[in-house]
């Protein structure tokens, strides 16, 4: 199986900047898609960044010239670089991947179990 841990969340001031990692481990055989999702209080969980294996990444428009997400193939690790942070990038970020595992499944999605940011103002 994968496991999938987050880190990095916190509580920042509007306008700082926070690192988000989120590090897999277990039976990887390889990563399509890495992705950082995120969820509001009393919000739907929407989509915050993405970047899948040999293309660009895609962000929500909410974030974009602010966030970055980038890859560290090697080890398995996303990070998502968020500045210029709002009050209202407060939420729970979580990580998924879609990941073909050693033991010969499809590709699967799995989910991290989330890390708070809370943005103050």
């Known amino acids: 199986q994968v496991q999938l841990v987050e880190s990095g969340g916190g509580l920042v001031q509007a306008g700082g900047s926070l690192r988000l990692s989120c590090a897999a481990s277990g039976n990887i055989l390889s990563i399509n898609v890495m992705g950082w999702y995120r969820q509001a209080p009393g919000q739907q969980r929407e989509l915050v960044a993405a970047?899948?294996?040999?293309?660009?990444?895609t962000y929500a428009d909410s974030v974009k010239g602010r966030f970055t997400i980038s890859r560290d193939g090697a080890q398995n690790t996303v990070y998502l670089y968020m500045n210029s942070l709002r009050p209202e990038d407060t939420a729970v970020y979580y990580c998924?991947?879609?990941?073909?595992?050693?033991?010969?499944?499809?590709?699967?999605?799995?989910w991290g179990k989330g890390t708070l940011v809370t943005v103050s103002s």
């Open positions: 970047l899948s294996s040999g293309g660009g990444p």
């Open positions: 998924k991947e879609k990941v073909r595992l050693t033991t010969g499944t499809g590709w699967m999605d799995y």
